[in-house]
């Protein structure tokens, strides 16, 4: 099964708000500032089997082997930078993560700005990323490298460690991506983002280099 969670920006007196996925509610406060309110469930208990996710507030339980409670929303300024994690709930038992591959998207009837810019994206952050969690061999990190004018839309991931391969009970869950994102210039409006429908498809990898895919996607959704 693949959930297509969604990444909402909507705007009022300059605040933006974003959300990815269906089960956030929208309500505003009676100072007519508008705000976004999502479940914060562990990630664990959102969908049976192993799950990919974005958190749109990583914080710091968001780690090489843990995961705090998962936003799918934020509020932000135009023209703030931010920062959101693409991350791993479990890597299934007989199985190990050596690497993934992924293009960031629109979702479809929607768009990802260009003022939406990739200033930074960390895969091999000791201590922050999933694949560093047990030590790391000869990395390649050959998708999309960010700067101040990259767009988010059709950012692409192909990041491999030759090392050991993450697995349980040593590795059981963490961010796989960190991505820095600048919005100078964005516009209000709604925008849905997909790990998923680029030219790079999502794809996990065993250390082995067979690929696999988890049993939800949970991104962007155009619900």
């Given at each position: 099964?693949?959930?297509r969670?969604?990444?909402?920006?909507?705007a009022?007196?300059?605040?933006?708000?974003?959300?990815?996925?269906?089960?956030?509610?929208?309500?505003?406060?009676?100072?007519?500032?508008?705000?976004?309110y999502?479940?914060?469930?562990?990630?664990?208990?959102?969908?049976?089997?192993?799950?990919?996710?974005?958190?749109?507030?990583?914080?710091?339980?968001?780690?090489?082997?843990?995961?705090?409670?998962?936003?799918?929303?934020?509020?932000?300024?135009?023209?703030?930078?931010?920062?959101?994690?693409?991350?791993?709930d479990?890597?299934?038992?007989?199985q190990?993560?050596?690497?993934?591959?992924?293009?960031?998207t629109?979702?479809?009837?929607?768009?990802?700005?260009?003022?939406?810019?990739?200033?930074?994206?960390?895969?091999?952050?000791?201590?922050?990323?999933?694949?560093?969690?047990?030590?790391?061999?000869?990395?390649?990190?050959?998708?999309?490298?960010?700067?101040?004018?990259?767009?988010?839309?059709?950012?692409?991931?192909?990041?491999?460690?030759?090392?050991?391969?993450?697995?349980?009970?040593?590795?059981?869950?963490?961010?796989?991506?960190?991505?820095?994102?600048?919005?100078?210039?964005?516009?209000?409006?709604?925008y849905f983002?997909?790990?998923?429908?680029?030219?790079?498809?999502?794809?996990?990898f065993?250390?082995?280099?067979?690929?696999?895919?988890?049993?939800n996607?949970i991104?962007?959704?155009?619900?």
């Amino acid at each position: 099964m693949s959930l297509r969670g969604r990444l909402l920006s909507s705007a009022i007196i300059g605040g933006l708000a974003l959300m990815a996925l269906v089960l956030v509610t929208l309500r505003t406060p009676g100072d007519g500032q508008q705000a976004v309110y999502a479940d914060h469930d562990s990630v664990t208990q959102l969908f049976v089997g192993d799950d990919v996710l974005v958190d749109m507030v990583p914080d710091g339980s968001n780690t090489a082997n843990t995961l705090g409670a998962i936003d799918f929303c934020r509020a932000i300024t135009a023209g703030d930078a931010f920062t959101f994690d693409v991350v791993l709930d479990q890597i299934p038992a007989g199985q190990d993560l050596g690497g993934f591959n992924y293009e960031i998207t629109p979702a479809p009837s929607s768009s990802l700005p260009a003022e939406l810019v990739v200033t930074a994206r960390d895969n091999f952050t000791a201590g922050v990323n999933i694949l560093t969690n047990e030590g790391t061999g000869v990395t390649l990190d050959l998708g999309t490298a960010p700067g101040p004018a990259v767009p988010l839309n059709g950012f692409q991931l192909a990041t491999t460690d030759l090392g050991t391969a993450e697995a349980p009970p040593t590795t059981l869950r963490g961010v796989m991506t960190r991505f820095s994102i600048g919005t100078t210039g964005l516009a209000a409006g709604t925008y849905f983002i997909n790990l998923e429908g680029g030219s790079v498809p999502f794809e996990l990898f065993e250390g082995s280099g067979a690929g696999y895919l988890p049993d939800n996607i949970i991104d962007g959704d155009n619900g």
